[in-house]
């Protein structure tokens, strides 16, 4: 992950997608018992990761297996990154990983050596919210609360793309100055689920931080 | 305090702060990461294990044999349980499915093990290393299928003494001669709840005391639900869940990641935490039952209903109740003859049970388009076919009036203000580029349940004031009304209250579910406070009558004494509940709805897109605006989900939802949601409680998603009776593209 921002270019994305395909067309090779026998009881081989977490740096010596978000709630115990699919589906682990923003769930820790990795946690305290984290409470753009980490980075990572000039899916005019229009907001905030319903006013909330 | 009688004028009523639009006490927590939910709590109790359940993989059947010994030799792995090993757990109240324990399997991803492990990743790992062999054996999976040898069912909500037919009049003969007829049949798929925190528990023994960190919308429930599937005193059972990520009635109920961190804390000897990862929650947790509603509506040519009859069957495990989608249709309009019940079918999917506005959502999904085609049949507005048929008293017993029933004005407010005039009545006509473009709307009725509630409030020496209970906030606010109303009634700023909830050693609440916990939550803290109003005037030497607390003071005839002053020798404490009389029986108590929506329909594709949504909501006094409009506009987003994407798929084969995920379950996400407009009719209602509030977590849902079918039929001209609408089910027969 140490790509420096949005430098994929259309023909990596392309032979991206083809490698991703591949792996689709794999046979299933099934659960590891179905292969027969007991596996040894042998210790699972560690992996020591070095990544600077809200502007710290963190040193974790892990089971290679573990997520980027189980790295943080488990081992750092860093729990305001919150999983609620463990699959990418919904957004609730949002982190920015180097500014952007990435499915934590999605990602393993060792990937992230060396990393700078921004969590809810690093936005703001209760003491000293930032902005969006204000405009949220104003707004009330959260209800159970257990979204709103994921919709606060990725929020803060919108307004960043808009001011970056990256565009989406929704974007009419890739030649014309970006901005953070309804449809925008809409369309770049839609990876992260809110079931309690409360996107109107997460809408609202970033428009008031966008136009300050 | 027993409430028997309509309340009076009371110090709630000053509303200088109660009423008011405080934002979220617990706010600053949530945005910043800080609000603990269960799986969190590595703060309450040190030498956490990991705990991961492996599910049923037929849907019914028996377990013949289950190795576990590759997942025992597995790296890290502590100690593996099976529900071989275990009796059957008896259901907790309001449940049907086992939980744990036993060879039957009676669902797919029942739960048949818990793998505990050092670390997540090794539990995980082992899980799939649990070997078990099932004698599979056939299920019933489909409700259409098994829809003609449905019985007839009491509704759950009414008691299970409660009449099975609501029948007046003569249905038959009204029918059969009323000059204008609808017969129509509707279907609704089974749902789930798809909050957005898995459930999740810790569990801890200390001896036989039992310690339960977890996500749970009723404790007392969840405390009863352990103490008997365990076996054990329900004082042995602290059950603790003070922030909770969503439930929407799926944690209403004790789920098996309680009851197997329990198990599994017990059998490994140390604190173990389970969560039910994502793809196992849909079945082996609760949904909504899918339903097959036939409508039958007569009506005289000026409108007037003569006749209405509507029969919902839905599905359940056997013992398992029935989804209550007729309850709304007892209620909402007048007509002179009725036939209304429900019928349930046995099926072998996972349990139905409670999920937001059960009964009324899909109920009304049905009524209220059923409405709209009769309207269209009589060549009457909607609104007003609706208005024309209001009723002020419930059509079974005349005698018995309505507490407060104000649909007409929110019938007619919504109107205005959503433009409804502008509505073309022809389908098809309004044209916006490539979007057909038309406008829907839609009652909805959802009663105002009654709940005992406590809780216990605290003085102390600094002035501060400290709340007790076992409520719970699942996002609805709680935190917040409980801390005005204490705030209210004691006469300080909100900031001098502290709130604090979902702890089973605090008095038992109302708990979250069936829209009731707001008003009730706040009427037991009333009531609590009323009591300790009398401690301090006591403690001050003041007349209790006509002691005034406002400004930080207590006043009495020309003495003003500061609050604090009363807890200078010791902190005072107050603590009672409400206990509600006969007040809902003697009066229909109810929160009401107008819903309304815009929609585009892509002319070429037939994706539908919601463009505005307004809703106007009854539900007595609004205890916190901003809380309680947040409530509805997430109802409001539920319900489009409902008209447009969320249905659980059935694999009918294999007897389970093949969705079972966040991916292929659809729920609404920011890009299909516009600005959603709500306003609240202001009519306290003194027979509801002292509160003078009533529901609200629910009537938001209760008829949107009818209010966009019928906004997509006014774009389209094309009827889909069997939600969602998704585009393949009107796309082969849109008006020609010009």
Redesign the interface.
């Known amino acids: 992950m140490n790509t420096p921002d949005w430098e994929l270019s259309r023909r990596e994305f392309v032979v991206g997608a083809a490698a991703s395909s591949v792996i689709v067309a794999t046979p299933f090779l099934g659960p590891a018992h179905a292969a027969g026998g007991t596996p040894p009881h042998a210790a699972v081989p560690m992996m020591k990761v070095t990544m600077e977490v809200n502007g710290s740096p963190r040193s974790v010596t892990l089971d290679p297996r573990t997520s980027l978000l189980d790295t943080l709630r488990e081992h750092l115990r860093l729990t305001g990154t919150k999983k609620g699919c463990d699959h990418g589906h919904c957004g609730a682990c949002t982190v920015l990983v180097n500014g952007t923003r990435i499915n934590a769930c999605l990602s393993l820790a060792v990937m992230h050596e060396g990393d700078k990795v921004t969590t809810v946690e690093g936005i703001g305290t209760p003491d000293a919210l930032h902005p969006m984290q204000a405009a949220f409470i104003k707004h009330d753009g959260f209800q159970c609360g257990y979204c709103t980490p994921g919709q606060i980075c990725s929020a803060v990572a919108v307004l960043k793309e808009i001011e970056k000039g990256v565009p989406s899916h929704v974007t009419e005019d890739l030649a014309a100055p970006m901005r953070l229009s309804n449809p925008e907001l809409r369309e770049r905030m839609s990876g992260n689920i809110c079931r309690c319903g409360a996107y109107s006013n997460i809408a609202a909330a970033i428009t008031e931080v966008a136009g300050a | 305090m027993d409430f028997t009688t309509p309340s009076g004028q009371n110090p709630i009523d000053r509303l200088k702060i109660v009423g008011r639009p405080v ?2 006490i ?12 269960a ?2 709590r ?1 703060d309450v109790i040190p030498n956490q294990a990991y705990g991961y359940v492996v599910g049923a993989t037929i849907a019914k059947g028996r377990i013949v044999r289950i ?1 576990t ?2 997942a025992k ?4 792995v502590i100690g593996v349980i099976t529900t071989l090993e275990y009796k059957p757990a008896a259901p907790p109240q309001r449940q049907t499915a086992n939980l744990f324990g036993g060879a039957e399997v009676a669902h797919y991803h029942q739960a048949v093990a818990l793998v505990v492990a050092k ?4 539990a995980r ?1 082992a899980a ?4 078990v062999d099932y004698q599979a054996a056939p299920g019933k999976y489909d409700l259409a299928g098994e829809a003609s040898g449905a019985k007839p069912s009491a509704d759950p909500n009414e008691g299970q003494d409660a009449e099975i037919f609501d029948r007046v009049g003569d249905f038959d003969a009204a029918f059969a001669a009323a000059p204008v007829k609808l017969d129509e049949t509707y279907t609704t798929p089974c749902e789930t ?6 459930h999740a528990s810790i569990a801890a023994w200390n001896g036989d005391k039992l310690t339960v960190w977890t996500s749970s919308q009723m404790i007392n429930w969840a405390k009863a639900g352990l103490a008997k599937t365990l076996g054990i005193p329900a004082e042995n059972v602290r059950v603790q869940s003070p ?6 009635g799926g944690k209403l109920y004790l789920r098996a990641d309680a009851l197997l961190a329990a198990l599994g804390a017990k059998a490994v000897g140390q604190p173990v935490k389970v ?1 039910l ?3 196992l929650i849909i079945n082996n947790g609760t949904h909504r039952s899918a339903t097959i509603q036939r409508i039958r509506l007569g009506a005289a040519p000026d409108g007037r209903l003569t006749t209405i009859g509507h029969v919902s069957v839905s599905g359940n495990l056997p013992g398992g109740m029935p989804e209550p989608a007729v309850g709304q249709t007892k209620l909402l309009y007048a007509a002179p003859n009725r036939e209304i019940y429900l019928k349930l079918a046995a099926l072998d999917l996972g349990e139905a049970n409670d999920m937001r506005a059960p009964g009324e959502a899909p109920g009304l999904m049905a009524l209220e388009m059923a409405m709209d085609e009769m309207a269209e049949k009589l060549g009457i507005d909607p609104v007003e076919f609706r208005i024309l048929n209001d009723t002020q008293t419930d059509p079974r017993d005349p005698q018995r009036r309505f507490s407060e029933r104000h649909l007409v004005e929110c019938l007619r407010t919504g109107a205005d203000r959503f433009g409804w005039s502008r509505r073309n009545g022809t389908p098809g006509a309004i044209r916006d580029g490539k979007w057909i473009v038309g406008m829907g709307m839609a009652a909805g009725l959802r009663l105002n349940l009654l709940m005992p509630s406590a809780a216990r409030i605290r003085l102390d020496r600094d002035g501060r004031l400290t709340v007790e209970t076992d409520m719970t906030d ?4 709680a935190y917040t009304i409980l801390a005005q109303t204490a705030a209210e009634m004691m006469g300080v700023p909100v900031e001098a209250v502290t709130v604090i909830l979902g702890d089973s050693a605090s008095p038992v609440s109302a708990g979250s579910g069936g829209q009731w916990g707001a008003n009730t939550s706040t009427s037991g803290l009333y009531a609590a406070c009323l009591k300790l109003r009398g401690a301090v005037s006591a403690r001050l030497g003041l007349n209790a009558e006509d002691a005034e607390f406002a400004d930080g003071k207590v006043r009495s005839g020309n003495r003003s004494i500061p609050l604090a002053e009363a807890a200078k020798d010791g902190p005072l404490t107050g603590e009672d509940g409400i206990r509600f009389g006969d007040l809902d029986k003697r009066y229909v108590q109810a929160s009401f709805a107008a819903q309304f929506a815009e929609v585009g329909v892509d002319s070429f594709t037939g994706e539908v897109r919601v463009r505005r949504m307004l809703a106007v909501v009854d539900a007595g006094r609004v205890l916190n605006p ?2 309680a ?3 509805v ?6 319900g489009v989900g409902a008209a447009l994407m969320e249905a659980l798929a059935i694999d009918m084969r294999h007897g389970c939802f093949v969705n079972h ?3 292929g379950y659809e ?10 407009d709500v306003i609240f009719l202001d009519h306290p209602d003194a027979i509801s409680s002292p509160m003078k509030a009533k529901g609200i977590g629910e009537i938001g849902l209760c008829g949107v998603a009818a209010a966009v079918a019928n906004a997509v039929y006014n774009a389209t001209g094309v009827r889909v009776r069997d939600y969602p609408i998704t585009l393949e089910k009107h796309l082969a027969k849109l008006p020609r593209i010009a």
């Open positions: 934002t979220r617990d706010g600053p927590l949530k945005v910043t990461g800080t609000a603990p939910y799986y969190e590595h190795d010994g590759a030799a597995a790296s890290g670390t997540f990743e090794e790992a799939h290393l649990v070997k709840h798809a909050m957005m925190e898995p922030f909770i990520g969503g439930g929407f969560t990862q994502r793809p699942i996002g609805t606010g901003v809380t409009r947040s409530q506009i997430g109802a409001m987003t539920m995920d966040l991916g729920v609404p996400v920011h890009a299909d949601i516009p600005h959603q």
